[in-house]
């Protein structure tokens, strides 16, 4: 990791009728690495990665992605289907300039990359995906284990429409949302997320990209072909280990998959110590010219 971290500056980017809230760190001519955060997370949850990747050289942009900015807020359902969240991913990237970047991605921006390098890998340079696992393998170990089923009933609860997810999440305090992070996250970071998802609307939002897709884990994401680095962490309370290690079946590019023992879901917030290195490895051997 780098000995100098970089500065972390804020950013306001539009895309059609939306202004999304991000993160930026290292030299506007970077090579750039877009950061997509999961549930129920923000931009921030890179806080200690950002300038890691910015002291590398690199111009790394992480975004309060659709829902989660204020200002990129839709109302429908339908406007938060991984398509839209894809390319919405590709305009932060032009943005920036970037006719090929790389992307790192957590949580529910994992099904986002994986959609997203299925779909256009001419525009990747690489890709690292922490916790998720490439959706056909997650569906696949779903459909033939039932641990892993069973991993996923929060998923059918945060589907339901019916307000039940917000009110449960938000109640008593929000304490079961703040249970969500198990303790792995700072507690700082946590009264944040909180505070912005607990704000009229946001929760819904971010509730919504479980609700667009068709079925649980009906992501449209195709074999690989970009050199990809997968991480997991061993104690994922959500994302089983045979998800995980089969995962490698749907990638033809470079591949190398890292299971983190003793580590749980929140790989960029828990041990950020552990994966930036790894990142930063993968980047340098697959970077551009």
């Known amino acids: 990791m780098a000995a100098d971290p970089t500065p972390v500056t804020r950013l306001r980017l539009t895309a059609g009728p939306y202004t999304f809230d991000a993160l930026a760190s290292?030299?506007?001519?970077?090579?750039?690495?877009l950061l997509l955060h999961g549930w129920p997370e923000f931009a921030d949850c890179w806080h200690a990665v950002l300038p890691a990747l910015g002291a590398a050289g690199y111009?790394?942009?992480?975004?309060?992605q659709r829902g989660?900015?204020?200002?990129?807020?839709?109302?429908?359902?339908?406007d938060y289907a991984v398509p839209e969240l894809v390319a919405d991913a590709l305009t932060f990237a032009d943005s920036q300039g970037a006719e090929r970047f790389h992307v790192v991605a957590h949580d529910w921006g994992g099904m986002v990359a994986w959609a997203l390098a299925g779909a256009h890998p001419?525009?990747?340079?690489?890709?690292?995906?922490?916790?998720?696992p490439h959706p056909e393998a997650l569906n696949r170990a779903a459909a033939g284990d039932p641990e892993q089923h069973h991993r996923l009933d929060y998923v059918r609860f945060f589907r339901r429409p019916?307000?039940?997810?917000?009110?449960?999440?938000?109640?008593?305090?929000?304490?079961?949302?703040?249970a969500v992070y198990g303790g792995k996250v700072p507690a700082e970071l946590v009264e944040s997320n909180v505070r912005r998802l607990a704000e009229p609307g946001a929760?819904?939002?971010?509730?919504?990209?479980?609700?667009?897709?068709?079925?649980?884990?009906?992501?449209p994401a195709g074999r690989i072909a970009v050199p990809?680095?997968?991480?997991?962490?061993?104690?994922?309370?959500?994302?089983g280990r045979?998800?995980?290690?089969?995962?490698?079946?749907?990638?033809?590019?470079?591949?190398?998959f890292e299971a983190l023992e003793g580590v749980s879901h929140w790989l960029p917030e828990e041990v950020p110590a552990r994966v930036t290195p790894q990142i930063l490895d993968h980047l340098a051997a697959h970077r551009q010219g």
């Open 26 to 33: 290292g030299p506007a001519d970077g090579e750039v690495v």
């Open 59 to 64: 111009r790394a942009l992480a975004v309060d």
């Open 68 to 78: 989660y900015s204020p200002d990129a807020r839709p109302p429908r359902i339908a």
């Open 122 to 132: 001419e525009r990747l340079a690489s890709l690292t995906v922490l916790a998720t």
């Open 162 to 178: 019916d307000g039940a997810a917000e009110a449960s999440l938000l109640a008593d305090d929000a304490a079961r949302l703040r």
């Open 203 to 219: 929760l819904t939002a971010a509730l919504n990209w479980y609700r667009a897709p068709e079925s649980v884990i009906s992501v």
């Open 228 to 239: 990809t680095l997968f991480l997991w962490g061993s104690e994922d309370v959500a994302l």
């Open 242 to 256: 045979g998800a995980a290690e089969s995962t490698g079946e749907w990638v033809d590019g470079p591949y190398r």
